[in-house]
């Protein structure tokens, strides 16, 4: 059985009114944009606050951004894992440190282009790996199809590794059906817009 997160982000728009009611998550998945790592800007980090004091479930920050030690000391009380993209142009090795001096768990992001080939020498260091089914900074994109073989090659180095595999951006009940070698499935639309919602989640995780 899959674990299930719904996708939230960092916006001063954010109503936490509109998700007190999904009680059945395993995760809450909150994303952080700077507008230079992505083309979109989502920097209100009260959210965190907000979900904290909202919910029991535990919380990821995903730092779609440029210098992810900029942001983690003003999350982590908030949070229980934080997730940074392998492709920022920060030594990896010292963000991993950053985050463990927090007791946090973490997790590494690979956009679609980067290879599964490029993050194995983290991996022992790693909680989880997060890989895009789209390309980030929006919601409702199309999922992109070779994510599914890219997870079922990750997959593979579950026995050598501890980590767990979290997939992220145009997750839908028609596609969480291939993701099989999944371990969290991050969806933002297809919760959020659906007429229960917690019947969604239940599906996702079902599938």
Known sequence: MKKVAVALHATDEFDINSVVHLKTLDYIHVDVMDGIFVNNTMLNLEVFKQLSNAFTIPIIAHLMVTNPQQYIEKI?????????HYEVEMDKSSIIRAIRKFDRKIGMVLNPPTPISEIIPFLKELDFVLVMGVHPGWSGQT?????????????????????????????????????????????????????????????????
Do not use: C, H, M, W
Request: hydrophobic share 35%.
């Open 76 to 84: 982590y009380e908030y949070t229980t894992a934080i997730f940074f």
């Open 143 to 207: 999922f992109i199809p070779n994510t599914i073989s890219k997870v079922k090659e990750l997959a593979t180095y579950k026995d050598q590794y501890s980590f767990e595999i979290d997939v992220d951006g145009g997750v839908n009940l028609e596609n969480a059906r291939k993701l099989i070698y999944a371990d969290i499935l991050s969806s933002s639309s297809t919760i959020l817009k659906a007429t229960n919602p917690n019947e969604v989640i239940n599906s996702l995780r079902n599938t």
